[in-house]
T-cell receptor
Framework: EDKVVQSPLSLVVHEGDTVTLNCSYE??????LLWYKQEKKAPTFLFML????IEKKSGRLSSILDKKELFSILNITATQTGDSAVYLC??????????FGTGTRLTIIP | NAGVTQTPKFQVLKTGQSMTLQCAQD?????MYWYRQDPGMGLRLIYY???????DKGEVPNGYNVSRLNKREFSLRLESAAPSQTSVYFC????????????FGSGTRLTVV
């Protein structure tokens, strides 16, 4: 069964801390893994990963994929209150449908 | 560019009432999707349309119908609303055949009482 599992479910840290969010997947015909940030409304796209070991980076956010071990991590360094959100991981299993995990709720305390 | 536009943003229905959620995209995307989001459940696919004229069931299609009216528009209909359909509904679109992920609408918060 195609499945995406995220951990932890929630995380509370202080501003300035570094966090690592995890996403594991069990999908056949895996093509890509995507990360989204969801604040109050619609999810917004962060990264798409298709190849193992190649880090994608955008400012303080970075992500990497391990296709052998079937997982991805999202790192956020020097966290800010604006990073507070739900982070969603999704996998594409070859027919343009995305399977989403339940998300990690990240709260940054000033 | 408006992207993906959903209407209405909020709706309260009584059990048994019907309604249609509207979605339109102006990005010339081929594929469109309807998801629902419930606490602790993540986003679950209701129906999708890979191209104009085609629709397919997703993970949770029961109680819903869809219409791909044209390339731009994909509507979701609840024929007889039930409290279990209280949720936030998101429409999304993507370019078929690529890995660029989705563009989401801003969501519809539906409450069925």
């Amino acid at each position: 069964e195609d499945k995406v599992v995220q951990s932890p479910l929630s995380l509370v840290v202080h501003e300035g801390d570094t966090v690592t969010l995890n996403c594991s997947y069990e999908v056949t015909n895996f093509r890509s893994l995507l990360w989204y940030k969801q604040e109050k409304k619609a999810p917004t796209f962060l990264f798409m990963l298709t190849s193992s070991g190649i880090e994608k980076k955008s400012g303080r956010l970075s992500s990497i994929l391990d296709k052998k071990e079937l997982f991805s991590i999202l790192n956020i360094t020097a966290t800010q209150t604006g990073d507070s959100a739900v982070y969603l991981c999704a996998a594409n299993f070859g027919n343009e449908k995305l399977t989403f995990g339940t998300g990690t709720r990240l709260t940054i305390i000033p | 560019n408006a992207g993906v536009t959903q209407t209405p943003k909020f709706q309260v229905l009584k059990t048994g009432q019907s309604m249609t959620l509207q979605c339109a995209q102006d990005m010339n995307h081929n594929s469109m999707y309807w998801y629902r989001q419930d606490p602790g459940m993540g986003l679950r696919l209701i129906y999708y349309s890979a191209s104009e004229g085609t629709t397919d069931k997703g993970e949770v299609p029961n109680g819903y119908n869809v219409s791909r009216l044209n390339k731009r528009e994909f509507s979701l209909r609840l024929e007889s609303a039930a409290p279990s359909q209280t949720s936030v509904y998101f429409c999304a679109s993507s370019i078929t055949g690529t890995n660029y992920g989705y563009t989401f609408g801003s969501g519809t918060r539906l409450t069925v009482v």
